[in-house]
């Protein structure tokens, strides 16, 4: 059964996880003083920096390294990141923006019908594990492409993986299990 | 027997002796193979007469002690620490099993477990207790014991989720399938521990029977079994008039009261609840429910489409009242004394946002919420104006606060602090005017600046004002932290003065010493003093008068550092500390460390490591020193100098290099705990 010709199954992407270098030592100091949306976690020595465009939210370290997440697709998390790079070259910092890499994508989706888990991690026993005491979904990990399903027994998914582009195909793993 | 050819005749006929372990060609006489390894049982007489055989028993779990021929040292060690490892795991499992009532039948077959952990490596970087109830929990799994990963979470007083994590990992590894827990394993269990008394069985049958409901009401997947279990074991107690609280129910159970209300409300929204109690045991209801979490998001999908709904009709009603509050104002416009002045202009002004944008010029601003921010501060400001403006227009001041106010605007901004208005204004402002910078391109060709618009970059660079603000602000934040650090930073520069001060580093793993390189044992044995700690509780006068006799001007090729570690062993460390060119200045210099309370080596060494003290400063210490160390012994410094006696000397360090290997490590306790 195809995932996507009977019913309208709609994959919503959520989150893309991003990291870039900007292979310069940031001054957290000053960008906590200067940035309009920073907030200084002097503790943990990081600052997080929201913009509003894309809204993305981004932690950034003095190494220079810097995580973006909340984009909702892989060229909002670029465009963003692009801008993060620019207004912190604004504020005087010399940047390069290299190493970009979508790091973990996020997607959501909604099977019409309820699934029983006991008996589908029965059937599906080396990728499925289901621990009621720990957590209400089945964590079904498929490791040729390196993806997590969390399937809830209200029939909605979440599927983490590395790569972007997979959703499709690893969302027809469970239309062919239930 | 292995059919080999003999090298002299090629003949095959060759026979083996056992007993002597030779092996010889019956056609030449050649002797192929001499001392043949043979598998045979010997047996030995013993001093009764009796023969017994030969050889040793080894354990399964190799902890025998194999002679290995030739080399081998090395893995005799690896053997060992594995069959530790695998005793100490045999031990602790057998401690936890027993607090859990394991039988001895599943602690072997999770020692088994744990054998096959370590042979796969993982038990490395986990804590042993960690995998240990790891085993334990997969055991009670494919048992089918009513022990729940919370009892042994409990035992441990560790979360539980990391216990599941490493439970999970575990059976991942060791491809161990372990069942599903079913609800109705925990039953007999929490009703013996809810007393029941003869009715246990029936109880416990009604809540089984529960249960089955339940599950095919879609009840269970997804939660938790003990709370479940909880539930059904209270209505099944009410069904046969025992009187069990929610709060004893859930002391047993281990759930949340909360969790206990939220399932017996969701059964109570299944059809079977509203059978009576004999009904129930007689009839099974076909129709089956839907989960509950699946009902309740059809039921808040609902709640949006009517949210949806209302809304739509507030929109309109919004609107029918917008138009009766225009109609309002005009009649009263019209009725009201026409104000004078450059006030009238601003106030016959009819929205608000209209004048908001004449005096921006041009409106560049994309948000409507710094449109909204920038129009209520203009509505401020004419509020302003008009209250200490002309009394006579004060009716007027009324009326434009209740009529050209549209409702949105109330509703969006609320009480917003006007200094964040202003400051947002300002920017605006300084957006607006201000023209774009060029792209600063200076020597960064890999930023790619397509469709990025620096504009709005601009705005999220604060100016000096704001920037001050914001650092204002985040200094109150912060201040408890900021606060905590200064006192760190002052406590540390206080102890520093005192000489005191102990660097806490967070817990990083000792760095491997270098192994020590000495020519004479005498040597290793000052440079390992100088690397170890030596404890400050001694006191050190005493020590060394013990010894008294052995101070001398017999000069030592002794680093100087080893001053430091003098302290300890008196006599044996006078020669030590002299070296250079002054006995006496060294005998200052032992002193002055004496004069802080807790010597540190630091600060020892540091001392020590100056070549050239001067002579006179070691003098007036002595004497100080003298009077404020008031041990019982007396210390007669000028009878230092003169003691030393080599030969005991020679003797001396091996022996107090003992005493101070053994006593260190009591010296190095002592250190940690003085350090605070």
Known sequence: MDADSDVALDILITNVVCVFRTRCHLNLRKIALEGANVIYKRDVGKVLMKLRKPRITATIWSSGKIICTGATSEEEAKFGARRLARSLQKLGFQVIFTDFKVVNVLAVCNMPFEIRLPEFTKNNRPHASYEPELHPAVCYRIKSLRATLQIFSTGSITVTEMRPFLHRWSLGWPWDLC | ?676
């Not at chain 2, 043979?38 to 007469?49: A, L």
């Not at chain 2, 354990?59 to 060992?80: I, Q, R, W």
């Not at chain 2, 109330?410 to 005017?433: K, V």
């Not at chain 2, 002579?615 to 404020?628: D, I, K, M, Q, S």
Request: hydrophobic share 35%; glycine share 8%; net charge negative.
């Open chain 2, 1 to 676: 027997m292995t059919g080999r050819v003999c090298r002299g005749c090629g003949g095959t006929d060759i026979e083996l002796d056992a007993a002597r372990g030779d092996a010889v060609c019956t056609g030449c006489g050649s002797v192929l193979e001499d001392n043949i390894i043979v598998s045979e049982v010997q047996f030995v007489e013993n001093s009764g007469g009796g023969s017994s055989a030969v050889g040793q028993f080894v354990s399964l779990d190799g902890a025998g002690k194999t002679p290995t021929l030739g080399g081998g040292f090395h893995v005799n060690l690896g053997k060992e620490s594995r069959a530790q490892t695998l005793q100490n795991g045999r031990r602790q499992i057998h401690h936890l099993g027993n607090q859990l009532q394991l039988n001895q039948h599943c602690l072997d077959t999770a020692f088994n477990f744990f054998k096959m952990a370590v042979s796969k490596h993982l038990t490395r970087g986990r804590k042993m207790a960690h995998v240990i109830a790891a085993c334990l929990y997969l055991v009670c799994r494919t048992e089918g014991t009513p022990h729940m990963l919370l009892d042994l979470s409990d035992l441990l007083q560790v979360n539980v989720y990391v216990l599941g994590k490493t439970f999970l990992l575990l059976a991942r590894e060791l491809c161990i399938n372990a069942p599903a827990i079913d609800p109705c394993l925990y039953i007999p269990r929490f009703a013996h521990l809810l007393e029941f008394g003869e009715k246990n069985h029936e109880v416990s049958m009604t809540a089984l029977r529960l249960l089955q409901r339940m599950k095919r009401d879609w009840m269970h997947t997804g939660r938790r079994p003990s709370g479940l279990c909880g539930a059904a074991l209270l209505v099944a107690a009410r069904m046969h008039d025992f009187r069990r609280t929610v709060k004893e129910v859930i002391s047993v159970v281990k759930v949340c009261e909360s969790t206990l209300r939220k399932r017996l409300t969701e059964f109570e929204d299944t059809p079977t609840s509203q059978l009576t109690v004999d009904e129930f045991m007689k009839i099974d209801l076909e129709e089956e429910c839907d989960p509950p979490s699946y009902t309740a998001g059809q039921r808040k999908l609902r709640m949006k489409e009517l949210e949806q709904v209302l809304s739509k009709q507030l929109e309109e009603v919004e609107g029918e009242i917008s138009s009766y509050q225009d109609a309002i104002e005009i009649e009263l416009e019209n009725s009201r004394p026409k104000a004078k002045g450059a006030l009238a202009s601003l106030t016959k002004d009819g929205s608000v946002e209209d004048t908001a944008s004449s005096l921006f010029g041009e409106e560049d601003a994309e948000d409507e919420e710094l449109e909204a921010a920038a129009s209520h501060l203009n509505k401020d400001f004419y509020r302003e104006l008009l209250g200490s403006g002309n009394p006579g227009s004060s009716e007027a001041e009324g009326s434009p606060e209740a009529g050209s106010r549209p409702p949105a605007l109330e509703s969006l901004l609320g009480p917003l602090p006007t200094a964040a208005s202003l400051g947002i204004s300002d920017s605006i402002r300084e957006c607006i005017s201000s023209q774009s910078r060029d792209p600063n391109a200076s020597g960064d060709g890999e930023l790619d600046l397509s469709g990025i618009d620096d504009l709005e970059i601009d705005r999220y660079i604060l100016n000096e004002a704001e920037a001050r603000v914001k650092a204002e602000l985040w200094m109150r934040e912060n201040a408890e932290y900021l606060r905590e650090q200064r006192e760190k930073e002052a406590r540390i520069a206080k102890e520093k003065e005192l000489g005191i001060y102990k660097e806490h580093k967070p817990k990083k793993s000792c760095k491997r010493r270098e192994p020590i390189q000495a020519s004479t044992a005498g040597e290793a044995i000052e440079k390992m003093l100088e690397q170890k700690k030596i404890s400050s509780k001694i006191n050190y006068s005493v020590l060394r008068d013990l010894n008294s006799k052995g101070g001398g001007l017999q000069r030592e090729d002794v680093r100087p550092e080893d001053r430091a570690s003098a302290r300890k062993l008196s006599r044996r460390k006078t020669p030590a500390s002299r070296s250079g060119a002054d006995p006496v200045a060294s005998v200052g210099k032992r002193l002055r460390p004496m004069v802080s309370t807790q010597p540190a080596k630091k600060v020892a060494v540091g001392e020590a490591l100056l070549p050239s003290s001067p002579l006179a400063g070691a003098e007036p210490a002595r004497p100080a020193v003298v009077v404020v160390e008031s041990g019982p012994v007396s210390y007669h410094p000028e009878e230092e100098p003169e003691e030393e006696d080599p030969d005991e000397e020679d003797g001396e360090p091996c022996v107090s290099a003992l005493q101070m290997m053994g006593g260190n490590d009591y010296g190095c306790d002592g250190d940690d705990d003085d350090g605070y």
